[in-house]
């Protein structure tokens, strides 16, 4: 059974920085892409970033190129992902997700595993 357990949300002021993990398990990890994705109150999916089996090719969302880094460590079967100088629009529950090959992609239709969330409050 495929299982991906994110963990590192809380409470950040703006400005501040997190590290999200996801503890990947129950498939070959090192096989597939991996992405990021959120969801903010009231709002719909978005991609966020997203990470290609041996980390040759990476991107993030325009708004957030500059600011969230997404790497993968294959040994230990876990995603990060580094979000430096958050904004209060940044606040969302993050998933991870596991893409149907190696090559991600930013359409959320092309993930077919996802883990519980978790959530990130941006605020004063």
């Known amino acids: 059974e495929v299982q991906l357990v994110e963990s590192g949300g809380g409470l950040v002021q703006p400005g501040g920085s997190l590290r999200l993990s996801c503890a990947a398990s129950g498939f070959t990890f090192a096989d597939y892409a991996m992405s990021w994705v959120r969801q903010a109150p009231g709002k719909g999916l978005e991609w966020v970033s997203g990470?290609?089996?041996?980390?040759?090719?990476?991107d993030s969302a325009e708004s957030m190129k500059g600011r969230f880094t997404i790497s993968r460590d294959n040994a230990k079967r876990t995603l990060y992902l580094q979000m430096n100088s958050l904004k209060a629009e940044d606040t969302a529950v993050y998933y991870c997700a596991k893409s149907h090959n190696e090559y991600y992609s930013d359409s959320v239709g092309d993930m077919d595993a996802w883990g519980k969330g978790t959530l990130v409050t941006v605020s004063s």
């Open positions: 990470i290609s089996w041996n980390s040759g090719r990476k």
